[in-house]
T-cell receptor, first 115, second 111 residues
Framework: DAGVIQSPRHEVTEMGQEVTLRCKPI?????LFWYRQTMMRGLELLIY????????DSGMPEDRFSAKMPNASFSTLKIQPSEPRDSAVYFC?????????????FGPGTRLTVT | GQQLNQSPQSMFIQEGEDVSMNCTSS?????WLWYKQEPGEGPVLLIA?????ELTSNGRLTAQFGITRKDSFLNISASIPSDVGIYFC???????????FGAGTTVTVRA
């Protein structure tokens, strides 16, 4: 079975450029999460979608960050304009929330470097 | 907020050894998740626990949901070189979708 798919795996861009990260969740999952991982702060939840609707975006650091989920099989995380401090690994995760289930399945991540 | 304290922070293993790590919380959790992350990859879910006292195995891995519901343990038996990586515990904040992650236990092969 295909897991969570993310693209690109690596992105190097210059400060001020727009960056778009993409995610395809596991088919049938109703929840999608975007995380950022750094050495200093570990894994941070940026935004959570349930049934394609953004439920909690309190972790989005600034207005430069935006996320969309136009359908159940695709989501994007956009940074515009990008800054060097945005350099991190960005993960997408999906799961089935509801009832007791809390499992989240992570994609391979996108390593972003902003110079 | 809820914090997860994971220990040890790092450990060195020798092939064949049994390895243990644990995670404690200041609050009661209803779910404990254990993940492993290898370099350049995303965290992979190893074991999910949903009931206090529950003991669940996945191959050489065994995890337990503590009776107090404030802790969990992960054991690796007869470790092999591919067990190296960072192991994270996680649990839902306020029993909701948002997961709180431990800082991780880094497992390295002893030279």
């Amino acid at each position: 079975d295909a897991g969570v798919i993310q693209s690109p795996r690596h992105e190097v861009t210059e400060m001020g450029q727009e960056v778009t990260l993409r995610c395809k969740p596991i088919s049938g999952h109703n929840s999608l999460f975007w995380y950022r991982q750094t050495m200093m702060r570990g894994l941070e939840l940026l935004i959570y979608f349930n049934n394609n609707v953004p439920i909690d975006d309190s972790g989005m650091p600034e207005d430069r960050f935006s996320a969309k989920m136009p359908n159940a099989s695709f989501s994007t995380l956009k940074i515009q304009p990008s800054e060097p401090r945005d350099s991190a690994v960005y993960f997408c995760a999906s799961g089935m929330t509801g009832g007791i289930w809390r499992e989240q399945y992570f994609g391979p991540g996108t390593r972003l470097t902003v110079t | 907020g809820q914090q997860l304290n994971q220990s040890p922070q790092s450990m060195f293993i020798q092939e064949g050894e049994d390895v243990s790590m644990n995670c404690t919380s200041s609050s009661i959790f209803n779910t404990w998740l254990w993940y492993k992350q290898e370099p350049g990859e995303g965290p992979v879910l190893l074991i999910a626990l949903y009931k206090a006292g529950e003991l669940t195995s996945n191959g050489r891995l065994t995890a337990q949901f503590g009776i107090t519901r404030k802790d969990s343990f992960l054991n690796i038996s007869a470790s092999i070189p591919s067990d190296v990586g960072i192991y994270f515990c996680a649990g839902p904040v306020f029993n909701d979708y948002k997961l709180s992650f431990g800082a991780g236990t880094t497992v390295t092969v002893r030279a």
